[in-house]
């Protein structure tokens, strides 16, 4: 049974929970009326009232925690944005009742500190094409201490006991701590955790490879050239958002890889894009490297800058993608 004797690791989960079902509540309310048109205004509020809430939440638990997070206050806080501010305090106030505009800002404010020895990164709305469209998205919040992830929490509200996409009531709640191993529980209902742990599979021509919907993030020709080079023989699962490493986590699927856009070379992870959901996958008994094979490296800032793409894997599979992709020179 999961352990959540200690404060951060009782409290990551809440702030999760949360977040996610205040983001639930503004695409149920906000996105399905944006899906005729070019309107991403939903996102917009989930991610500011989303990453206000967590703000908020650790200002009370931990005021003196650093919060390294996607947004800034100041878009949202001007004189053009009021309109905005008062839709995202309106969500806010549902689950922080002492919600205020300015306090909003200043919740939301808090992300945009820079990583030191202990300091909290999140990502409010990881997937924004996937919320939008119904698919699927995360919350994803991490705790790191002297460079390591020491508990990571993915809210993955249509993943279905973290083992299959779809949109499911109940969602997915999924917690590692450092040493202690990868849970999940209902995201609608937190209960009972239960342990997860990835596939066992070694067939190259058996493996499952997950990788995104959206073409500008990575490589897809590459990618093809890879699974054709395994001999996969299992056709791969396109999905939003670090739900991928819940995926991976729970066994359902073996590879995922995260290749460099011929039109964006010098592109890095942002860390809050890769912390909590890395943490899931190797406590889970997975294997996360840069595409060279070196470990994520969260000591660098806001980016991984001193790492190229991500390889994710059950650990079986990563020496011959490494191999593999070393040969298609990415």
């Known amino acids: 049974m999961l352990d959540i004797n200690l404060s951060e690791v009782e409290f990551a989960p809440q702030a999760v929970h949360l977040a996610s079902l205040l983001v639930c509540q503004v695409q149920a309310e ?11 205004s939903p996102v917009t509020v989930a991610d500011f009232a989303a990453q206000a809430l967590v703000g908020g939440l ?6 003196d925690d650093i919060l390294v997070a996607e947004e800034e206050a100041r878009p949202l806080c001007g004189s053009e944005g009021q309109e905005m501010l008062q839709q995202v305090t309106g969500y806010v106030k549902r689950f922080a009742p002492q919600a ?3 306090a909003v800002c200043a919740w939301i404010e808090r992300g945009t500190g820079q990583p030191g020895r202990r300091f909290w990164t999140l990502d409010p709305l990881d997937g924004t094409k996937g919320f939008l469209r119904g698919g699927q998205f995360a919350v994803a919040l991490a705790l790191l201490m002297d460079g390591l992830v020491e508990v990571g929490v993915l809210g993955c ?6 083992s299959l996409p779809g949109s499911g009531r109940s969602g997915s709640l999924v917690v590692a701590v450092r040493g202690q191993g990868c849970w999940a529980t ?7 955790y239960q342990p997860l742990n990835v596939s066992k599979r070694s067939d190259p021509a058996q493996m499952r490879l997950l990788r995104s ?7 897809q020709e590459a990618i093809d050239r890879l699974a054709q080079l395994f001999g996969a023989q299992i056709p791969s699962l396109r999905m939003d958002s670090q739900a991928k490493y819940a995926l991976l986590a729970a066994g359902a699927s073996d590879l995922m890889v995260r290749l460099l856009s011929p039109q964006n070379p010098d592109y890095r992870e942002k860390i809050w894009d890769q912390a909590a959901g890395s943490l899931v996958l190797e406590e889970a008994g997975g294997r996360v490297t840069d595409l060279h094979g070196k470990p994520l ?10 790492n ?9 599979f990563h020496p011959l993608a490494l191999d593999l992709l070393a040969s298609l020179g990415v």
């Open 30 to 40: 906000l996105a399905s009326a944006s899906m005729t048109k070019d309107d991403h």
């Open 58 to 63: 650790l200002a009370e638990r931990f005021p």
């Open 100 to 102: 205020t505009p300015e």
């Open 157 to 162: 509200p249509n993943l279905c006991d973290s």
């Open 186 to 192: 209902s995201l609608a209902e937190p209960g009972r």
């Open 213 to 219: 919907f959206e073409a500008g993030h990575t490589n």
């Open 297 to 306: 490296d969260f000591t660098s800032g806001r980016t991984l800058t001193h």
């Open 308 to 316: 190229r793409g991500v390889l994710a894997s059950n650990g079986l």
